[in-house]
């Protein structure tokens, strides 16, 4: 690895950076290349067992050596690609290929929203400055958000509506979709939907067992509102979705009614950046912040995208960079 890092940093083109990562094996990470001539390419390096369908998502037996990893992915079926037709690469954890790669593939963090949010505004986005790439960091877009509360407002009785739940339904369907300091509909939906799902996904947190991805939860919302996991096995009615929401969205109107100090996001989240040394709480701070996890701007309450970084690659090459607390963490740093 120590090898590749020194090849990479004399690199002066693709194919050398490309040459260069043949002697990185782990961790895997995905390498994004630029250069001044314009060339860009993503690149997935690592070495990844060619796994059978389905193997490593569920527990196997140690003690058989069927078990065990047999052939290893040929370096040239790695992921990525160079100069694709879209003008743009973009690595946010999410789903790395398509259906067309032939080799399994499982993990259970990729992320569906923050990906798909950047794609989206670099496909709308013409003429980028630097100044374009430092604002599309800060983006606080939830499309998460866009793309399910819609129709949860649909699935709520407003007839019968209690004088807190009337505040929280306003509140909800004025929202524009941005998780901004200021936004108190960010605030509103975070809390429906923490009410919603341990009571969807009940089964699985009595048995301690991970729930499905928030995507999948949706998709299921959507278009079997009846799957017999939304029955909550602690009550003898037997639940659809709609029934779900509804008792959570009454849940969370009933909360917000008693914590109106903590309507406004940055309130509500109340983003703290902590010393590097814990034990330091008066270098430390509570910061007015936007965004939230899943989020281009995925800030959320003690964790967060710690590095920033734009680089413009013009015959003089520019570059900026931001790490809270400063890349030394020393009080007295002007850069702290």
Not at 46 to 57: D, H
Not at 153 to 167: C, G, H, Y
Request: with cysteine.
């Amino acid at each position: 690895e120590i090898l590749a890092f020194y090849k990479l940093n004399r690199a002066r083109s693709l194919d050398a950076c490309f040459e260069a990562l043949q002697f990185y094996e782990a961790p895997a990470q995905n390498f994004a290349f630029a250069s001044v001539s314009g060339d860009i390419a993503m690149h997935i390096q690592g070495k990844f067992p060619a796994r059978r369908k389905y193997e490593g998502k569920f527990l196997l037996d140690g003690t058989k050596t069927s078990q065990e990893w047999r052939y290893f992915i040929p370096p040239e079926h790695a992921i990525g690609c160079k100069n694709p037709s879209r003008g743009f690469v973009s690595s946010a954890n999410q789903y790395p290929c398509n259906i067309s790669y032939p080799y399994y593939i499982t993990a259970d963090y990729y992320t569906t929203y923050s990906g798909r949010r950047i794609n989206q505004r670099l496909r709308e986005m013409n003429d980028i400055t630097p100044e374009d790439m430092m604002r599309l960091q800060n983006d606080n877009f939830n499309l998460k958000a866009s793309e399910c509360l819609p129709l949860w407002l649909t699935m709520l009785d407003s007839a019968s509506f209690s004088a807190d739940e009337k505040v929280a339904y306003k509140k909800l369907k004025s929202w524009d979709f941005y998780d901004d300091v200021d936004s108190e509909g960010a605030t509103f939906f975070e809390e429906w939907w923490d009410e919603a799902i341990p009571l969807i996904w009940d089964e699985m947190e009595a048995e301690s067992i991970d729930f499905p991805t928030d995507y999948q939860t949706i998709k299921w919302i959507k278009e079997n509102p009846t799957l017999i996991f939304f029955d909550n096995k602690k009550t003898p009615e037997t639940e659809t979705a709609p029934m779900i929401l509804k008792r959570a969205f009454a849940a969370a109107a009933a909360k917000m009614s008693v914590i109106k100090d903590k309507w406004r996001w940055a309130d509500y989240k109340d983003t703290f950046i902590g010393h590097l040394l814990q034990g330091l709480p008066a270098f430390s701070y509570h910061v007015q912040h936007g965004g939230n996890r899943q989020i281009i701007n995925a800030t959320k309450h003690t964790h967060g995208p710690s590095w920033r970084t734009v680089v413009s690659l013009e015959k003089e090459v520019r570059a900026w960079g931001a790490y809270p607390g400063g890349q030394s963490g020393n009080p007295g740093s002007p850069y702290y």
